[in-house]
């Protein structure tokens, strides 16, 4: 028979270092480097499949000329134009990013760095860091590999110059998931004021973009026999231009935009596309420039100058009535804060949707954003604040004449005063 001679106090160590041994070590770092590179190569997959298989399918269409590696090198030039990356197709230099895969590309940043915070727990400002630092550190890599792969047949791209154009996109996109998964975003901590301005800012802008959609859809409509004529000038290659045009509406969408604001957009060099100026060189054919006003508006059509000054008066009086609980000069910030957010907003667009198709004709293509900024930035700031001061008066006024009808039609019961008579009788 054995005799443990050990002390209990002994005995209570070894059990507990047996427990502190027994249990497994964090595996966080280790998480965090799958996560992100699961996360990172899905988003890349998910935005690069589709566009590799429209052109295989295009270039099957054209005969199955080429070799595989020009088609490749097609499928990622135009996965790199998504990122804002210029690409040079033989003699054509062409920088201006199809918004349509932009956006998509934010997107999916967004999910992977926030799939990878909440793969690790993240739930503070550390974590944040963790993630979209090596998410973007790993998607800078795969951007880094398609520039170079790129460069094939009649594609070149520059890596650093690609490094630079994706790098700032890649870093909002993921900040901004990675931030709102673990909870930490400054909106959540910002002024009441401060946070109700922007969010009108921006849907005043998204409601003139939603209005230069319309004007888009309504160019393409008016002029339907010209857009048809030009795509049946690619006869089987039709669908894929009609795809690049659709890749491209959003781009139209924000030009359309600073039409209705006043500034217009350049399509070339030397041109001007304003509603009471248009100066035209030749266009290619393609479908985007057969939808370009070749006229100046008419006169019962001019009304639509005065389009962002009436959305800022109207999204003024939404704000003054959703802040009751905001004094007038809050009321008054929040609009300027939300006039100003509106023109960044629309100055940023117009400068994420411009660039160049070309080096001599088209060098020059889209609005100029520091016009746009400041001339819408000054109708938003007349119409918000205007707005937001008019409806403030009536807004008091009116709670005013409440608060007297209040008064008036209350009759005010007086408590009676505590005795022994106020009891209920007891009997017993």
């Known amino acids: 028979m054995r005799i443990n001679d050990s002390t209990p106090r002994q005995r209570a160590t070894g059990r507990e270092t047996e427990a502190l041994a027994a249990r497994p070590r964090p595996k966080r770092p280790r998480a965090l480097l799958a996560s992100a590179l699961a996360t990172a190569v899905w988003c890349a997959t998910v935005v690069f499949t589709p566009i590799l298989v429209c052109v295989i399918l295009g270039w099957w269409q054209a005969g199955a000329e080429g070799p595989v590696s020009v088609v490749a090198a097609a499928a990622g030039v135009a996965w790199l134009s998504g990122h804002g990356v210029p690409v040079d197709i033989g003699p054509m230099h062409l920088s201006v990013p199809p918004l349509a895969i932009t956006v998509l590309v934010a997107w999916r940043l967004a999910k992977a760095a926030a799939g990878t915070t909440r793969a690790i727990g993240g739930r503070d400002a550390a974590a944040v860091r963790a993630a979209a630092g090596l998410v973007t550190i790993l998607y800078t890599g795969l951007v880094a590999a398609a520039a170079a792969l ?37 909106w959540t901590t910002a002024s009441v004021w401060l946070r109700r301005g922007l969010r009108t800012g921006f849907i005043t802008a998204g409601a003139l973009l939603a209005f230069g959609a319309a004007a888009v859809g309504a160019a393409f409509a008016v002029r339907g026999p010209v857009v048809a004529d030009t795509l049946g000038l690619y006869g089987n290659a039709s669908w894929i231009v009609a795809l690049l045009t659709l890749v491209y509406l959003p781009n139209l969408a924000v030009w359309a935009a600073a039409y209705i604001a006043g500034p217009g957009f350049a399509v070339g060099a030397g041109t001007a596309v304003q509603t009471e100026l248009v100066e035209l ?39 003054t009535y959703r802040s009751p609980d905001l004094r007038l000069p809050r009321v008054t910030t929040a609009s300027i804060v939300a006039a100003a957010g509106a023109a960044l907003t629309l100055g940023l667009l117009s400068f994420l949707s411009g660039g160049a198709a070309g080096r001599d004709l088209l060098a020059d293509l889209g609005p100029d954003p520091l016009a746009v900024a400041w001339i819408s930035g000054v109708q938003f700031l007349i119409g918000l604040v205007g707005a937001a001061l008019v409806a403030r008066l009536f807004a008091v006024h009116r709670r ?29």
């Open 150 to 186: 790129s460069a094939r047949g009649p594609f070149d791209v520059d890596v650093l110059p690609a490094l630079l154009h994706a790098v700032p996109l890649v870093v909002a996109a993921t900040a901004y998931g990675s931030a709102r998964e673990a909870g930490v975003l400054p």
């Open 281 to 319: 060189g030749p266009l290619p054919a393609f479908p985007v420039f057969a939808a370009v006003p070749n006229a100046p508006l008419p006169d019962y059509a001019t009304v639509l100058v005065g389009l962002p000054l009436m959305l800022a008066a109207v999204f003024g009086v939404i704000l």
């Open 400 to 428: 005013a004449a409440e608060a007297e009808l209040v008064r008036r039609d209350t009759v005010v019961i007086p408590e009676p005063a505590p005795g022994r008579d106020d009891g209920l009788p007891c009997h017993t």
